[in-house]
């Protein structure tokens, strides 16, 4: 038997790798993990936990202009402190950086600081920020090294800033123009506005938010332009260009113009394998350069596996760390006592933080057409009670799409206040296959707006 270094070597210290490196190394396995970067990866450094951060601070505004309906006076207008935000969020980034080494130290995994590059099946190259090099050896490696964000090619793209800098700005927008009309640019949309900027956004598409629910896309859109947001849809940019005022120039494809002070590219993700040296060691990689693995997660070269993002099947957080717990299911097996886990991508329960936010699990309304043929389609809008003295005009969308053979929920989606949180308990029913007659029996809590998906009662289509 070959003696390496590691039973474990991960590249990547984010949620799927730390994952796998933390409970292998729970489990006695010698594990290294390598990270050039903060710990945490996109979620914690530029991705959920910000986002998330900078939707409540967006969400005050609402409160403060909702205020005056409940009988609150505001003697005077509230101003965002930009920097002040910013410093607020890079302290907690930096405590969660900080609970991520300790788990590392905690599961007793070597922390390496450094860019690491596969050499062969069972050999990575360490390089460290000085220059140093070291080789080292793994029965096993691990490549979770997530993903980043892909910006187009058009004259002055390079003008144009992404989702990993909009956190800090060095000076918050009057003006925003978003490229890109996927759940990333729709969040910092509503998010942005909420803070006080006038935002537009430019898809060339028919609708936002492609690969959700149709009519959740388009009441999402509708709600958005409701509070403000100027979302040109069939519309894409053709030049960027700087002002000698230091703002923005767009120069869209039909001839018209628009000012901006910053240009957000907000149309994609791609894996993060630049470097990684996979053509050199044969790893079999698919369209945009996703990893390409089998069920056990492994790679065509026996001993490299992959996770997370760098995968591309459910590009989520969540997903990422169940990956995670079930690779080092099959490679070091379960704890005892327990089953080894097998990563099923069913009914994944999945939010977008936008103002109002979307929840949603399991088939959209056209998919389980698709799929089922004969389907029962239950769906309400309507003005919460919140907003009956607020003096807003949001208005909520809950809908179920059910299979009429087995009588089985086969699609939950939501758009309004709090949907994420609603929808993450309907999908522990939805995981035991719950039928709309089970929803039916239960007792809804009044007065709340998750109580709707239990009281539908009227077929809205067939």
């Known amino acids: ?10 590249i990547g210290g984010g949620s799927g790798g730390v994952r796998a490196a933390r409970f292998a190394g729970q489990r006695g396995a010698r594990v290294a993990l390598i990270e050039q970067a903060r710990m945490g990866g996109t979620c914690v450094n530029v991705g959920c936990i910000p986002k998330k951060l900078y939707s409540y601070a967006a969400g005050y505004a609402e409160s403060f202009a909702e205020a005056p309906g409940y009988g609150w006076q505001i003697g005077h207008p509230p101003a965002l402190h930009w920097d002040i935000l910013k410093a607020r969020r890079a302290a907690e980034i930096q405590h969660l950086n900080g609970i991520y080494e300790g788990l590392m130290d905690g599961a007793q995994v070597t922390l390496l600081r450094g860019h690491g590059r596969l050499t062969g099946a069972h050999a990575v190259e360490l390089s460290s920020a000085t220059g140093e090099r070291r080789a080292l050896t793994a029965r096993h490696i691990l490549i979770a090294t997530g993903g980043t964000p892909f910006v187009p ?6 003008l144009a800033v992404t989702s990993d800098d909009m956190f800090d700005l060095p000076v918050f927008p009057k003006h925003l123009v978003v490229l890109g009309g996927g759940y990333i640019g729709c969040e910092m949309a509503s998010i942005f506005h909420g803070l006080g900027a006038q935002v537009t956004v430019l898809y060339r598409g028919e609708q936002i938010l492609r690969g959700f629910d149709d009519e959740v896309r388009a009441f999402t859109a509708e709600e958005m332009r409701k ?5 040109r849809l069939n519309s ?11 703002g923005r120039r767009l120069t869209l494809e039909d001839g018209s113009q628009l000012q901006a002070d910053v240009v957000l590219s907000a149309t994609g993700r791609m894996p993060k394998v630049a470097g990684l040296g996979l053509e050199a060691v044969g790893v079999r990689q698919g369209k945009g350069g996703v990893i390409e693995i089998d069920d056990d997660f492994q790679t065509n070269v026996p001993g490299i596996f992959a996770v997370g993002d760098v995968v591309g099947r459910k590009t989520l ?4 760390l169940a990956e995670g717990m079930a ?3 099959h490679l070091f097996g379960p704890l005892p006592g327990q089953t080894a886990r097998r990563m099923d991508y069913a009914d994944i329960p999945t939010a977008v933080f936008t103002h109002p936010p979307i929840g949603t699990i399991g088939l959209t309304e056209e998919e389980a057409r698709q ?5 029962r389609v239950y769906r309400a809008d309507y003005k919460p009670l919140r907003h009956t003295l607020s003096g807003r005009g949001e208005r909520t969308l809950v809908k179920l799409v059910v299979d009429d053979a087995s009588d089985r929920v086969v699609g939950l989606h939501m758009v309004g206040a709090d949907a994420g949180e609603i929808v993450q308990g309907f999908a522990v029913a939805m995981k035991c296959g719950a039928t709309k007659a089970q929803f039916d029996a239960t007792i809804g809590v009044h007065p709340t707006s998750a109580e709707e998906f239990v009281t539908l009662r009227q077929v809205s289509r067939a």
């Open 1 to 10: 038997m070959a003696d390496f270094d590691f039973d474990l070597l991960v």
């Open 153 to 158: 090619e058009f004259p002055g793209h390079e």
């Open 317 to 320: 957080t969540p997903v990422a």
């Open 327 to 329: 690779l080092v299911d």
């Open 227 to 231: 509070a403000g947001v100027d979302i």
């Open 371 to 375: 799929r089922h043929g004969a389907i």
């Open 236 to 246: 894409d940019v053709a030049r960027l260009e700087a002002t000698p005022e230091g």
